[in-house]
């Protein structure tokens, strides 16, 4: 199986690789924003609103884009920190988890909570409940009204769902 970045990258142009590879290499996302300094938290608000969704109210949907911003942009070692170290440009998985999960235990169950609006497709899900077998535990549920942010969507039912 090929990564997704390693299928992309075939496609893509000497240039464009090495460019992506450099600026991503060195530079994490969050730092655009720390270089805009004032006008970082309103850049982030208008380029990540899909983020938390349409389903809050205005005042909801501030509050949890200033704090996104906040503990992006400001703390050292954060999630952003984690999601640069695990993916290579582009945001594609440095390890793809399909390549390993036929060697996890069966006795460790495994879930996978989708987004019926999300942008992610949980056909890695499905297959990798396939690769796993009847014997393991791995159940891939749909959260219809949510997107990719479950949790933020659709907090009640993404709870029960991970109970």
């Not at 998985?93 to 999960?101: E, N, T």
């Not at 609006?117 to 549920?141: C, M, N, Q, Y």
Request: hydrophobic letters at 35%; aromatic letters at 10%; a positive charge.
């Amino acid at each position: 199986l090929l990564s997704r970045s390693e299928c992309w990258s075939r496609r893509q142009p000497f240039a464009k690789r090495a460019i992506g590879n450099l600026l991503f290499g060195m530079v994490k996302p969050v730092t655009f924003l720390r270089c805009l300094g004032p006008l970082g938290p309103s850049t982030f608000h208008r380029m990540r609103q899909h983020v938390v969704g349409s389903k809050h109210d205005a005042s909801e949907r501030e509050v949890m884009l200033s704090y996104l911003y906040h503990a992006n942009a400001h703390a050292r070692g954060t999630g952003a920190s984690a999601f640069h170290s695990l993916c290579r440009p582009f945001a594609y998985a440095k390890r793809p988890l399909l390549r390993r999960i036929a060697a996890l235990s069966p006795d460790i169950p495994v879930g996978f909570v989708y987004g019926s609006e999300s942008w992610i497709s949980s056909r890695s899900g499905h297959l990798a409940r396939s690769i796993r077998g009847p014997k393991a535990f791995t159940s891939v549920d749909c959260i219809e009204g949510a997107g990719h942010n479950v949790h933020l969507d659709q907090p009640t039912t993404f709870n029960k769902v991970v109970k």
